[in-house]
């Protein structure tokens, strides 16, 4: 790239002089139309309970829920991510409330569309929330079964939208889930409902706060590094992200985001189809524990969502969205 201009003919501080200048001239922005916000579900009613190891974040109870969405709806943010924390006596060795037509985000997904039907939906498609020993597959002689599992995640893929989820969102990383829900869900007639796919799932150390927010934390007992991505690779996420491109997904998720944006970029520049990110549970209680101490001023919460944008994420599943909607309404 050819420098033009040199001092004291060319100041670029004339550019940032003033608030107005700055954002007529900003390059990345962001608005609610680039957010998702994740909710976390609890069994009982009229219950909201704090998450210890995500300070701010709230489980509802089914019935608890509107409390939230009236806040999303405002707010004009379009979808919701949906999280189950399965009660312990609802757990087996193959996650079979995961099939249940009554389970927690089938209750949402009935709660949600009667009563909050233009806010967009996306349901998990893994079994981690509902198996006893916590990883996202049926275990067989100590392995995780890829087909088995396969078989179960496109039973789960229906239910959730027969219940009217709008985006299945497989985050399992099993090989070949995405063609086959694709073909079950086209076999059913559900041509509308979208794939995002959670091709780029990286065995990150950042999962923590969010496995003990659906309670499968203190039932894993080894790590998930034989179907998460290994972190020291990056060649990797481009075979992931075709693949399943090539079985239907109709959007491709890296997660976790903050510490992939290299991924991100790379797929965006490589891949012409949309791009999401989402700041994991790790990222998020880093900088809202930094902010709590002071550490950090609230305006760290935008500069992270704009480094995804300028990456080339088209939208950021956070747990910051309502926050960053709320500052957005303000200065609008």
Known sequence: MKIIGSYPKTRLRRMRKSQWLRNLVSETNISSNDLVLPIFIRAGKNRIESIKSMPGIKRYTVDKLPLILNQVKKYKIPMVALFPYTPNNRKDMVGSEALNPNNLICQSLRLIKKKFPSIGTMCDVALDPYTSHGQDGVIINDKIDNDKTVKILVEQSILQSEMGCDVI????????????????????????????????????????????????KSKLKKDKKTYQMDYRNSTEAFRETGLDIKEGADMILV??????????NNLKKNFNVPILAYQVSGEYSLIKNAIDKKILTNESIIESILSFKRAGACAIITYFALDIAKKINQIN
């Open 169 to 216: 969102a497989p985050s399992d990383m099993m090989d070949g889930r995405v063609g086959e829900i694709r073909k079950a869900l086209d076999k059913k007639k559900f041509y509308d409902v979208s794939i995002l796919s959670y091709a780029v799932k990286y065995a990150s150390s950042f999962y923590g706060p969010f496995r003990d927010a659906v309670g499968s």
């Open 255 to 264: 997660k976790p985001g903050l510490i992939y944006l290299d991924i991100i």
